[in-house]
T-cell receptor, first 114, second 112 residues
């Protein structure tokens, strides 16, 4: 158990809908990262937050947004969903700024868009 | 930009066989290098790391040596077990951006 909690574990929805994925980092970790894992794109970095502030942005679509709350949990919002958004979405956390590259991953939220 | 290339899988081995999974990288400067492992139904977990050239990372019988001259970080294990069946990801990290760049992953299947 990495200590990172993600909900829901599985989610099935339709095209055009909006979903919210939730992540609770390890106790004391200030950084939260979101990654998307799909068969054709591999593991893609989406966005990082550190202590409530956006720190780095990767290949995140404009239809996607995220935030980190004062209690350090994070949410990833996916809107106007398309079939291609079906993937496993991972949250990871690290202490401080994450400068070591050592991340602790949750078990992921599997999103299926029909 | 930074990138990581891994050998494509799946790699299928018999128990007690020798394992090598190749990984090469492209990056400016001196990144840190990692191997992460993803067991079925789980998230990724750190397996080993090396932070500078010629460093050897090791854990659970796995080893990888940071070779700057060949920009490689190949994963090896002398005798694999069925429980090693998983997907292995090579990754690099540089301070700028604080993000990990992952390779495509290599699935290892070990048969008894």
């Amino acid at each position: 158990d990495s200590g990172v909690t993600q909900t829901p574990k599985h989610l099935i929805t339709a095209t055009g809908q909006r979903v919210t994925l939730r992540c609770s980092p390890r106790s004391g970790d200030l950084s939260v990262y979101w990654y998307q894992q799909s068969l054709d794109q591999g593991l893609q970095f989406l966005i990082q937050y550190y202590n409530g502030e956006e720190r780095a942005k990767g290949n995140i679509l404009e239809r996607f947004s995220a935030q980190q709350f004062p209690d350090l949990h994070s949410e990833l919002n996916l809107s106007s969903l398309e079939l291609g958004d079906s993937a496993l979405y991972f949250c990871a956390s690290s202490p401080r700024g994450g400068n070591t590259g050592e991340l602790f991953f949750g078990e992921g939220s599997r999103l299926t868009v029909l | 930009g930074n990138s990581v290339t891994q050998m494509e899988g799946p790699v299928t081995l018999s128990e007690e066989a020798f394992l090598t999974i190749n990984c090469t990288y492209t990056a400016t400067g001196y990144p840190s290098l990692f191997w992460y492992v993803q067991y079925p139904g789980e998230g990724l977990q750190l397996l080993l790391k090396a932070t500078k050239a010629d460093d050897k990372g090791s854990n659970k019988g796995f080893e990888a040596t940071y070779r700057k001259e060949t920009t490689s970080f190949h994963l090896e294990k002398g005798s694999v077990q069925v429980s090693d069946s998983a997907v292995y990801f090579c990754a690099l990290h540089k301070n700028a951006g604080n993000m990990l760049t992952f390779g495509g992953g290599t699935r290892l299947m070990v048969k008894p």
